[in-house]
């Protein structure tokens, strides 16, 4: 079965980080688009980050530019988002998602991605 897994969510003060996993199984998406969304109490699902197959391009919203990171080991299959400096504002769900192809679109938009994971909650008090 081809999914995508979630880990590394949980509850931070504010200045705080956390580390998102994503990790893929049952099939390699070492050829895809990857991106983490998140969706946050009353809001629509944004995109936060994606990279490319070689990791040689990403994107960042203009609300995480300097604190997160995206990076990805194609090795192990994962993608990871570093989340440093964290904001009440980024308190949401993350999602993970694999892409229909190889190439990331700017901005990324929810129907370039055809694989979801099961999200992971982050919380972040002030």
């Known amino acids: 079965q081809v999914q995508l897994v979630e880990s590394g969510g949980g509850s931070v003060q504010a200045g705080g980080s956390l580390r998102l996993s994503c990790e893929a199984s049952?099939?390699?998406?070492?050829?895809?688009?990857m991106g983490w969304f998140r969706q946050g109490p009353g809001k629509e699902r944004e995109a936060v980050a994606s990279?490319?197959?070689?990791?040689?391009?990403?994107y960042y919203a203009d609300s995480v530019k300097g604190r997160f990171t995206i990076f990805r080991e194609n090795a192990k299959n994962t993608v990871y988002l570093q989340m440093n400096s964290l904001k009440s504002e980024d308190t949401a769900v993350y999602y993970c998602?694999?892409?229909?192809?190889?190439?990331?679109?700017?901005?990324?938009?929810?129907?370039?991605?055809?694989?979801w994971g099961q999200g992971t909650q982050v919380t972040v008090s002030s």
């Open positions: 998602a694999a892409g229909t192809g190889g190439y990331c679109y700017t901005p990324p938009h929810l129907a370039d991605f055809g694989l």
């Open positions: 990279i490319a197959p070689d990791g040689g391009f990403t």
């Open positions: 049952g099939y390699t998406r070492r050829s895809r688009c």
